[in-house]
């Protein structure tokens, strides 16, 4: 079983990789194979080669994640609950947001999901 500590550690890493814009330091998180689907019932994104555009595009928007509790940790999962702010289509909205990471034993995130849909994004300007 992955590192509780180490798993923890990741999800703040990609929260920070937000803050500072860099989607490189976002995707080093994860395993070369993983695959990230976002929101869920969209197209999974698979291996770095995917993930890295998807979080380019995402950060381009200027987004930034905002915890709003505690990690999660069960088994190989982290899951957790925050919100994105960002500007989409000329306004400024918030979309609350749950992801799950699932580890590896290095501590790799394997898979990503992020559970949100249209009524989960707010106008706030």
Do not use: C
């Amino acid at each position: 079983m992955p590192d509780p500590a180490r798993m923890e550690a990741a999800v703040h890493e990609y929260v920070a990789a937000f803050a500072e814009g860099n989607a490189e330091r976002a995707v080093a998180i994860f395993a070369d194979n993983a695959t990230v689907e976002d929101p869920v019932g969209t197209p999974i994104k698979q291996g770095k080669a995917e993930i890295l555009p998807f979080y380019q595009g995402s950060m381009a928007t200027g987004a930034k994640l905002e915890l709003l509790g505690p990690v999660r940790l069960a088994a190989d999962y982290a899951v957790f609950p925050f919100a994105v702010l960002l500007e989409w289509e000329g306004s400024q909205k918030r979309i609350d947001v749950i992801d799950t990471f699932r580890f590896d034993e290095d501590g790799k995130v394997i898979e990503m999901r992020a559970f949100w849909g249209p009524g989960n994004m707010h106008d706030i300007s």
